[in-house]
């Protein structure tokens, strides 16, 4: 087995506010290997976002380790994060929003190559803008003259004009006509092969991860409740938080009926820790065991499930049970 | 039942709707701006070249000629002391409009500057700014431009340093109003993604874009520098006589209106006037122009 | 077949930008019958809310419908003076739109606001008006209605505001529920939980619902009968199994074939998707041209006639006719 390219450890994110603290992220464990793309799914609120952002360090951990390959991000000082830059980007949700709107197409794809000493000529530019399947005219273009699509493509050059081996995607599909959306998947897809990159994929559209994605971890109020290869979590989705997730969803074949799983109430939110499942009030299927610390069931292959319901999976081997400590 | 389906019930960020432009058509809208601009450059065309074109010097004297009406030999009449009226207020133009230019420069460079820093930074030094510039907000400018130049001195340049620090406080507040806004901007924490150091995001990411609000005061304060600098002459502060100023000019002029010699106030009073709407027009035309940008 | 409750007919609508006027609804027509759920599906730019807000009279001041009928219950609604339609407006015909928070009141109570629609169809005493509003929140699925009752918008998650918004509509009795993209922006567990709640409260109520989407698994599950709009121009129109089993217009062929589906991994592909270009609002013809594959010299002419191909499903597209003759 190769090294992971990137390892977090038990990863907290606490915010005050007010007088209150606001649990977003708690105790989060994952590596990323080389090369492949893992999904991070989940609603709002559920601290996937905010993961991504202490990876890029543009928040500080409240507590646990970002390891990228074998260096610790929370533990080195800001300008030795700001070298180490050019190995990890991110793209960002809001195309209309994350391109300094007075700044060129050119000036955007050129500024991460000259920060980081990488920049030899402007035929570097046309590479990488005809890579995102655009013209070099474009480069020449401000945000404001582009379609959302286009400014998208732009943001994905910029991730990739260092040629990072991690590239962090918040939601880049998300606000995109769906026309749109297949074919900056394909795209990312493209680039992926082309130069072995790992994606940490962030969305809620869980039709887009399954396209993309080899493994998915499932968060819930800032804990992963559910991971693993991606056919095994679609497939055979474990836990309940995972299951009503998968049922929700709308498919577009009137032939298909199904039968959902509808959880009371909403997100509550994450101010109170309560021990036990996060899911305990909403899940149909409580029981008094969900309100203790629940294990991490393991169900081989990497899909692991923080769940009772694990235990009567064909897979479950009971030795494999590894308790998890919520706060 | 009207709120609750109204789509257009959203809160609205833009900015209020100038005086000057409320209720006209979009072609309206345009010939005022341009109006506008137009009297601003036949202003500094004169700034440049008035003293050439004046027929006599500023402070020329002639004792055979004191208050004369209007005439085809003096334009704009005689004060009186025989000075040409006309002339005056073509050297004064260089002189006020220098100025307003001085003034409205120093105090959007001042004031961007600090309002940028502090509204990136933000913190302690933020709070203390924002401290002061409440303070000096509470003084309208023009009486704040009285007290300093009575601190400072009547000298022209002590007179730009005082209205200069009357208006940094605007600056101050709208490019950090900007900034605060600016830097939650997801373009913001892509710049730090990339590897941009904190200093470069700030400089060459934000700043530029936290500065429209700023640009558009500085036609603004250039108009109402000129009112300022005319009206603390008026006062008997700062510009005194017998230099060539407007307001110096009107305030000569004043003692003569029961005396029935308008000439000597009228004029030097409708460059004032004129240049201070030029301004006003034009600074009130670029925010509507903002303002539906926005949208 | 009964009556249609709304028929659009041939409408247009033209909206002015810079001394520039062009149509973002042209030749738009189709009905909605009583007690069913139309579907109104289509990408950003396809006109599909200025035909919710033509419909309810509520278009930005630079739009105009300058062509066309918009009948409901034997009127032309464009015909309507201001106090007529405002009469239509929540009584009739109710919306509920995309942000569910910037349509509530936010200075007054969700009770309250609840209240006030009550009393403006039923004359009841204040007593039993606030009983039946908390009643009416208690119906749309809030739980601890009584506390609800009292809150102010902004202190209501998004979820929570659609259901109080859902509750004021459920007040006005309307004929006609028009609904644009009620969950765009809720999670989909809470969108899941609308859509029921939705589905539900039309059936109660016996009213129609005319639901705005861009999502065509909402379109499959909740919809009897839709509608395809591109570019401001209906291109199909079909039974909801047709319109998915049998796409016609290659728009609607192109808009499933990009859809992937979280029920099944297939291999991506853009060769079944739309062509990545901008839409041309200014040809003559068919304005999916400029992206369709099948594109014919008759596509940048006219626009084509309607075609039936079955009870119900009509598809405008000269591909169609020409196969057909």
């Known amino acids: 087995m190769t090294e992971p390219l990137l390892r977090v450890c038990d990863l907290h994110k606490h915010y005050r506010e007010g007088r209150s603290t606001i649990h977003a992220v708690n105790g989060v464990t994952f590596d990323v290997y080389p090369g492949e793309a893992v999904g991070l799914v989940g609603e709002s609120g559920c601290g996937k976002s905010t993961t991504a952002r202490c990876i890029l360090r543009l928040e500080e951990v409240t507590r646990g380790t970002i390891e990228l390959e074998g260096t610790d991000l929370t533990a080195i000082p800001r300008n030795r994060v700001r070298a180490r830059r050019k190995d ?60 959302g699509g286009q400014k998208q493509r732009v943001g994905v050059a910029r991730a990739m004009m260092t040629t990072p081996k991690l590239v962090i995607l918040d939601e880049p599909t998300s606000s995109l006509d769906m026309s ?50 991606t056919e095994d979590v679609f497939d055979d989705p474990t836990h309940v938080y995972t299951q009503a997730l998968l049922s929700a969803i709308p498919i577009p074949d009137p ?40 294990p991490d069931y393991d169900l081989g292959n990497g899909h692991r499930v923080a769940c009772r319901l694990a235990r009567e999976h064909p897979h479950f081997r009971p030795e494999s049970a590894r308790s998890i400590s919520p706060d | 039942m009207e709120t609750t389906l109204n789509p257009r019930a959203e809160p609205k960020t833009g900015r209020r709707r100038s005086i000057w432009f409320r209720g006209l058509s979009e072609v309206g809208r345009w010939r005022l701006l341009s109006f506008g601009i137009a009297l601003i450059l036949i202003y500094v065309v004169i700034a440049l070249v008035g003293p050439e074109l004046a027929p006599y010097g500023p402070n020329a004297t002639n004792a055979k000629a004191t208050l004369q009406p209007p005439s085809s030999d003096f334009w704009f009449g005689t004060d009186k002391f025989g000075r040409d009226i006309f002339s005056r207020v073509l050297y004064a133009t260089r002189l006020d409009l220098g100025i307003a230019f001085s003034v409205a420069l120093s105090a959007f460079l001042i004031g961007a500057t600090i309002g940028g820093l502090s509204g990136y930074f933000g913190g ?45 406080p605007y600056f101050v507040r709208l490019t950090r109003g900007e900034m605060l806004r600016v830097r939650t901007r997801q373009y913001a924490d892509a710049a730090v993604g990339v590897g941009n150091p904190r200093w470069r ?95 | 077949m009964p009556e249609p409750l709304l028929q659009i007919r041939s409408l247009r609508m033209d909206i002015r930008d810079h001394e520039r006027s062009r149509s973002v609804l042209l030749d738009v027509n189709f009905d909605v ?33 300058s062509e066309g009928k918009i009948l409901f219950g034997g009127r032309d609604l464009l015909a309507l003076s201001e106090s007529e339609m405002r009469q239509v407006r929540g009584s009739e015909i109710a919306m509920i739109f995309q942000n569910p928070r910037a349509s509530l009141n936010p200075l007054m109570r969700a009770g309250d606001q609840v209240a006030r629609a009550l009393q403006l169809h039923q004359d009841l005493p204040r007593s039993q008006l606030r009983r039946r509003s908390i009643e009416l929140l208690q119906h749309v699925g809030i739980s601890d209605a009584e506390a609800r009752a009292k809150a102010y918008p902004h202190q209501l998650s ?35 939980q609308i859509f029921e709640l939705i589905k539900e409260v039309q059936s109660e109520a016996g009213a129609s619902l005319l639901l705005i989407t861009h999502d065509l698994g909402v379109v499959s599950e909740v919809c009897q009968r839709v509608a395809v709009m591109y570019a401001g121009q209906i291109m199909e129109q079909a039974g909801v199994l047709d319109l998915f089993q049998r796409p016609s217009h290659p728009y609607t062929e192109r808009l499933l074939g990009s859809i992937l589906r979280v029920d099944e991994a297939k291999a991506l592909d853009t060769s079944r ?33 309607p075609r039936w191909l079955s009870e119900g499903h009509v598809v405008f597209c000269h591909l169609r006719n020409q196969e057909a003759a």
């Open chain 3, 273 to 305: 998707a739309i062509a990545f270009a901008s839409i041309d609002y200014d040809n003559a013809g068919c304005r999916f041209a400029n992206r369709c594959p099948y594109v014919l010299d008759a596509c940048w002419l006219r626009r084509p006639e």
């Open chain 3, 158 to 192: 998004g979820g929570m505001a659609q259901r109080v918004l859902i509750a004021i509509m459920l007040a006005c009795q309307p004929a006609l529920l028009i609904a644009d993209e009620p969950t765009t922006g809720l999670d989909v567990t809470i969108q899941a």
């Open chain 1, 88 to 147: 990890f980007q991110m793209v960002f949700q809001d195309p209309n929003e994350s391109l300094n709107p007075r700044f060129s197409v050119r000036r955007t794809l050129r500024e991460p190559l000259q920060l980081h000493g990488l920049y030899s000529s402007d035929s570097q530019l046309d590479e990488a803008i005809l890579r995102v399947n655009l013209e070099e005219e474009h480069l020449d273009r401000l945000p404001h003259q582009l379609s």
């Open chain 2, 124 to 168: 302690g030094v933020d709070d203390v700014v924002m401290r002061v510039v409440d303070v000096l907000l509470a003084f309208p400018a023009f009486i704040l431009a009285m007290a300093l130049t009575g601190i400072l001195g009547d000298t022209v340049p002590n007179v730009i340093a005082a209205i200069s620090i009357a208006y940094i």
């Open chain 1, 255 to 294: 032939t298909v009926k199904r039968s959902r799983i509808l959880l009371s109430g909403e997100t509550p939110n994450a101010r109170t820790l309560v021990p036990g499942c996060p899911l305990q009030d909403r899940c149909p299927f409580v029981l008094e065991e969900c309100r203790k610390p629940v």
């Open chain 2, 201 to 295: 995001v700030m400089l060459v990411h934000l700043l530029p874009n936290s500065l429209t609000p700023a640009f558009i005061q500085v036609t603004l304060v250039l108009g109402w520098a000129i009112l300022d600098a005319a009206g603390l002459a008026f006062l008997g502060l700062g510009i005194t006589p017998p230099t060539a100023e407007w307001g110096v000019m009107v305030a000569e002029g004043a003692q003569r209106i029961i005396t029935g010699e308008w000439w000597t106030w009228l004029f030097p009073g409708v460059a004032i006037v004129i240049i201070a709407f030029a301004f006003s027009i034009v600074g009130d035309g670029l925010r509507d122009l903002l303002a539906r940008e926005e949208r």
């Open chain 3, 33 to 65: 019958r009583p007690n069913e759920v139309m579907g109104l599906v289509g990408e950003s730019g396809s006109g599909k809310t200025m035909t919710a807000l033509a419909i309810m009279r509520l278009l930005p001041p630079a739009a105009t419908a």
């Open chain 1, 180 to 229: 749109l959306r297949i074919h900056v998947i394909v795209l990312l897809k493209k680039l992926q092969r082309e130069f072995n990159l790992a994606y940490i994929f962030i969305s809620h559209d869980l039709s887009t991860v399954r396209h993309l994605c080899d493994r998915v971890m499932v968060m819930y109020l800032g804990q992963i409740v559910e991971q693993g290869r």
